[in-house]
C-alpha cells in the first residue's frame, strides 16, 4: 500500500535526536506562502546551510464597518517571545501540575504561547500535569532537532471583504468560532504525551493528528482526532484494529487515567477509541490504521487556504447544520467531512469555478501511495487559485443551499471533489439504493453512508429548501442560525 517506505514508523534516530513537529510549531492559519517558507527553512537547517529569509509583511487589512481591522485575532501581547533552546529542556520531563513551580512549560506552538493564565481542568475532574519536554517528530522523522530557531510573527491569510450584510455576518461568526492555536496547542499536548505512552506498548508507533484539528476547518469546539499507525501494511477494521482499541481502552483505564477520562471502544466501520483529556477538555476519537485520514486532512487543508472564502463559507455551515441537526452521523445525518465535501464540490462546479480539482491539475502531489512523512509537503507547493468569480460569502451560502435544494440530482449523481463535478453513481453495493453519495477523494468510498434511513434523508433535504427560502427573503444570517447562541458555543 506504501512502496517505499520502509521507514515508516520506524524512527531512524534515537528518541533523543527527533526534533518539533514541523507542522505543529506553525500558526493554525499561517499562509501556504509561509508555510512554503518555513518548510524550506527547516530543509536548509537539516542541511547546514541556513539562508538570510526576509520579514514577513503582514497581509493586507480586512475591513468591517470601513474600518481596518488586522486579519490575525492573535494578542499582540504573545508575539515575539524566543521559542527555549531544546538543550535547557530535560527529555524525561513530564507534564507539570499547574500550580508548581515549574508551569513555564513547552506550548506546542512557541510563536504564540499559551495564555498567562495556565490551564486549568474542567470542573469536577482531576488536575493533570502539563507535558514539558521535546515534541517527537511525526511528519519528518529524519530531521535532526531544530536548536534555537526564530520563526517570524504569525501571520494569516487575508480574509475576504465584505460587502453586504450578509457576508459581514459569515466573516465575523467565522472570525469569532474559528480554532486558534491555543486550541491546537492543547490537542497536541495531549497528543505528545500519548504518544509517547502509547510508544511503551507499540515502540515503532506514530500517532498522527488529523481532521479538522489540521485541515483549516476547525472551530473552537472542534474535537480532535488522532490516528495511530503501527505498520505500513493495510489493516482489517473489523479485526486487527478493533483488536488493537481493546488493548489501548485498557491500558488507558489502567494506566493513563491521570490525564485520560472515559475511554470507550465504539465498534463502528472504522472503529475508534473516544475519550477526554482532563488538562484540555477536548474529546478525541482514535482510530488504528486509517491512513486516509491522514491524506485528506492535508488535501483539505491544500483547498482551504488556496482561496480566502473557503474557510468562512465552510465554517458557517458547519454551523448551521449543527444547529439543525444535520450534522451527526451517529443520529443517521451528515458527518463534518461530508458537509465540507459538499461545499467544496458546490466551489468546483459553478459557472465560473471558485475551486479546481487539485487531484486532477497537481496528482504528484496528492499521489494515494505518497510515504506518510511526506504527505504535509504537499500544501507548501500548490500556489492560490485566483478565479473570476467575484460572488459574496453571502452569495456563496445562498447559492450552495440553492444548489443542494433544488438543483442536485440526489437519486442519480454523487458528488466528486476529486473529478470537481457531479458524476454518475457507480453500480456498486456502496453506492446502490443510498440516499446521499459523497465520493471520499482517496479511497472512493461513501463518506455519507450513515445516511441510511429515507425519514433521515428527508429531514435534510427539507432543512436545504427551507433555509434557503427563508434567506433568499430576508438575507440576514439570524433567520436560519441564531449568532448570538452559536458564537458562545463557539
Not at 457576508?167 to 505528545?192: G, H, I, P, W, Y
Not at 484539528?213 to 472551530?219: C, E, I, P, Q, V
Not at 486509517?290 to 473557503?310: D, M
Request: charged share 20%; net charge positive.
Amino acid at each position: 500500500m506504501f512502496p517505499n517506505s520502509s521507514n515508516l514508523g520506524c524512527p531512524p534516530y534515537p528518541l533523543e535526536h527527533q526534533q518539533y513537529n514541523f507542522l505543529i510549531n506553525l500558526p493554525v492559519n499561517i499562509s501556504p506562502a509561509l508555510f512554503h517558507q518555513q518548510f524550506q527553512r527547516t530543509a536548509s537547517l537539516v542541511s547546514g546551510n541556513l539562508p538570510t529569509i526576509p520579514p514577513v509583511s503582514p497581509p493586507p487589512f480586512a475591513l468591517r464597518n470601513g474600518s481596518p481591522v488586522h486579519a490575525s485575532a492573535t494578542p499582540t501581547s504573545f508575539r515575539g517571545r524566543k521559542r527555549l533552546k531544546e538543550q535547557n529542556i530535560p527529555y524525561e520531563g513530564k507534564r507539570q501540575r499547574f500550580h508548581s513551580p515549574h508551569h513555564e512549560s513547552l506550548s506546542a506552538n512557541q510563536v504564540v504561547p499559551l495564555p498567562k493564565d495556565h490551564r486549568h481542568s474542567c470542573p469536577g475532574s482531576i488536575p493533570s500535569p502539563l507535558f514539558q519536554a521535546h515534541y517527537i517528530s511525526d511528519l519528518m522523522r529524519c530531521v535532526p532537532p531544530l536548536r534555537d530557531a526564530s520563526f517570524p510573527d504569525p501571520v494569516e491569510t487575508a480574509l475576504p471583504l465584505a460587502k453586504d450584510k450578509l457576508s459581514q455576518q459569515v466573516l465575523e461568526l467565522f472570525q469569532a468560532c474559528q480554532q486558534q492555536t491555543n486550541d491546537l496547542n492543547k490537542k497536541e499536548l495531549c497528543r505528545t504525551q500519548l504518544q509517547r505512552d502509547i510508544q511503551q506498548m507499540f515502540p515503532n508507533s506514530r500517532l498522527f493528528l488529523v481532521g479538522s484539528s489540521l485541515n483549516g476547518f476547525g472551530t473552537r469546539s472542534s474535537d480532535g482526532d488522532l490516528c495511530l499507525v503501527v505498520k505500513e501494511e493495510p489493516m482489517n477494521q473489523k479485526t486487527e484494529a478493533r483488536y488493537i482499541l481493546s488493548l489501548l481502552q485498557r491500558h488507558f483505564c489502567r494506566k493513563l487515567s491521570n490525564y485520560i477520562e472515559r475511554p470507550q471502544l465504539i465498534r463502528a466501520k472504522v472503529p475508534i477509541v473516544k475519550f477526554r483529556d482532563k488538562v484540555s477538555c477536548v474529546e478525541f476519537d482514535l482510530n488504528v490504521n486509517n491512513v486516509v485520514g491522514i491524506r485528506n486532512t492535508f488535501l483539505l487543508r491544500t483547498y482551504a487556504y488556496i482561496e480566502s472564502r473557503v474557510r468562512p463559507l465552510v465554517l458557517v455551515v458547519k454551523k448551521w447544520a449543527s444547529f439543525h441537526g444535520i450534522n451527526d452521523a451517529s443520529r443517521g445525518t451528515l458527518n463534518s467531512y461530508s458537509l465540507v465535501l459538499m461545499v467544496l464540490h458546490y466551489l468546483q462546479t459553478l459557472p465560473e469555478p471558485i475551486l479546481p480539482s487539485l487531484q486532477k491539475n497537481y496528482p504528484e502531489s496528492f499521489d494515494p501511495t505518497m510515504q506518510l512523512h511526506l504527505v504535509h509537503q504537499a500544501p507548501c507547493t500548490i500556489p492560490p487559485y485566483l478565479s473570476k468569480n467575484e460572488s459574496t460569502l453571502g452569495d456563496l451560502l445562498l447559492g450552495f443551499l440553492k444548489y443542494y435544494a433544488t438543483q442536485f440530482d440526489w437519486s442519480s449523481q454523487m458528488i466528486s471533489v476529486r473529478e470537481a463535478k457531479a458524476i454518475p453513481r457507480p453500480d456498486g453495493i456502496e453506492w446502490r439504493n443510498k440516499f446521499i453519495c459523497v465520493e471520499e477523494p482517496f479511497d472512493r468510498t461513501n463518506t455519507a453512508r450513515a445516511v441510511h434511513e429515507k425519514q433521515k434523508f428527508d429531514i435534510i433535504l427539507d432543512e436545504f429548501q427551507k433555509s434557503w427560502q427563508r434567506l433568499r427573503d430576508r438575507r440576514d444570517l439570524d433567520c436560519i442560525l441564531p449568532l448570538r447562541a452559536t458564537v458562545q458555543k463557539r
